[in-house]
C-alpha cells in the first residue's frame, strides 16, 4: 500500500521574486544585446527567459485543510500541507485534494430486517480523507467509494437487527439507536481503511416499515406492545397478592383456609388486572356465606 508522505515546499513568495527578478534581467540583457548586436548575449536572454517561464509553473496554492499530492512522471513524491503560495519541480503534476470535514445522507434504501420485514433506513455519514496517496491511488475515485461502501455497510447492519424488539436485552434498530450508529460506524470505518477515510460519525437518518405492510406492522406492534404491558401487570399484581396474604398471616389479622385464599387471590387479580375500576360488594352474612 502507498502511504502518505509530507513534501516539504519552498516559499513560493520568494521563488516568485526571484523569478521575476530573472525575466526582467533576461527582458533588459536581451535589449542590450540587439543593441550592441551580441549574439551570445541575445541567445542567453531568451534561454533564462524562457526556463523563467517554465519555472513559473512551479508556482501553486495550497488552502487550508487542503492537500496537493505531486508526481513526476507517474511516480509519488509526496503531499504538500502548508497553506499558502509554494514553489516546487515544475514538472510536478499537482492534484489537489480536500482535507476537510464532508458529510453526505444516503439514499433511502429498502432491505429486509433480520426478521424478514421489509423496511425503509438512510444514514448520514460524517468523514474526511486523512491519508491523501491512499485515497489517490489505493481506490479510483474515493468519494464514489465511500458513498457505495457506506450504503452496503447500511444494507448489511439493516439484516443483523430487527426494527423494533419488545424484550429489552435484544437490540433493534429503533430502541437502540446509539449502539446501532457505533456498529455502523465500526462496520463503514472497516470499509474505509484502504480508502484513508476516517470516519468521524455515522447514525441513522431514516427509519421505517416498507409501505407495503406499514399496515399491518402497526398492528402488530400495538398488539405486542398490549401482550408486553399486560405481562407486566400480571406479573405485578402475583407480587401485591403475595405481599398482602404474607402480610395478613404475619400480623395475624385474619386466618384464611385454603378455599377462602383461593377466593381471595381470585378477587385480587380480577381487580388488579381487569381495566375497569372495582366494583365493590357488601358481604351482609358470615365469612362462608
Known amino acids: 500500500m502507498i502511504r502518505e508522505k509530507e513534501q516539504k515546499a519552498v516559499s513560493g513568495y520568494a ?5 521575476l527578478l530573472v ?12 543593441m550592441q548586436q551580441d549574439k551570445a548575449m541575445i541567445v542567453g536572454t531568451i534561454v533564462a527567459f524562457v526556463a523563467s517561464l517554465v519555472m513559473l509553473a512551479g508556482l501553486f496554492v495550497v488552502d487550508p485543510n487542503e492537500g496537493r499530492v505531486l508526481q513526476l512522471f507517474g511516480s509519488y513524491v509526496g503531499t504538500v500541507k502548508q497553506p499558502g503560495l509554494r514553489f516546487a519541480n515544475p514538472f510536478y503534476s499537482k492534484r ?7 458529510n453526505f445522507e444516503s439514499a ?19 468523514w474526511r480523507v486523512v491519508d491523501t496517496a491512499e ?33 429489552d436485552k435484544q437490540m433493534s434498530l429503533r430502541g437502540h439507536t446509539s449502539e446501532i450508529a457505533e ?11 484502504r480508502a484513508g477515510v476516517e470516519v468521524l460519525e455515522s447514525r441513522i437518518s ?11 406492522m402497526l398492528q402488530r406492534q400495538q398488539a405486542g406492545a398490549i401482550i408486553a404491558a399486560r405481562q407486566r401487570i400480571v406479573d405485578g399484581a402475583v407480587g401485591m397478592v403475595e405481599m398482602a396474604l404474607a402480610r395478613l398471616e404475619q400480623n395475624k389479622v385474619v386466618t384464611l383456609d385454603g ?18 375500576s372495582a366494583q365493590p360488594v357488601l358481604n351482609t352474612g358470615t365469612l362462608y356465606q
Open 108 to 126: 433511502h434504501l429498502k432491505v429486509n430486517d433480520i426478521e424478514g420485514n421489509p423496511i425503509e433506513l438512510a444514514a448520514v455519514v460524517v
Open 206 to 216: 431514516h427509519l421505517a416499515y416498507a409501505p407495503e405492510i406499514a399496515s399491518a
Open 259 to 276: 378455599e377462602r385464599k383461593a377466593a381471595m387471590v381470585s378477587n385480587l387479580l380480577v381487580v388488579l388486572c381487569g381495566e375497569r
Open 23 to 34: 525575466l526582467s534581467a533576461s527582458i533588459y540583457g536581451f535589449v542590450q544585446g540587439v
Open 135 to 167: 485515497a489517490c491511488f489505493e481506490v479510483d475515485n474515493y468519494e464514489n467509494y465511500v458513498h457505495v461502501q457506506s450504503e452496503a455497510a447500511l444494507r448489511n447492519l439493516a439484516t443483523s437487527y430487527a426494527y423494533d424488539a419488545h424484550d
Open 183 to 193: 456498529h455502523l460506524k465500526t462496520e463503514i470505518q472497516a470499509r474505509l481503511n
Open 15 to 19: 521563488a516568485l521574486a526571484i523569478l
Open 96 to 102: 489537489r485534494l480536500s482535507l476537510r470535514v464532508r
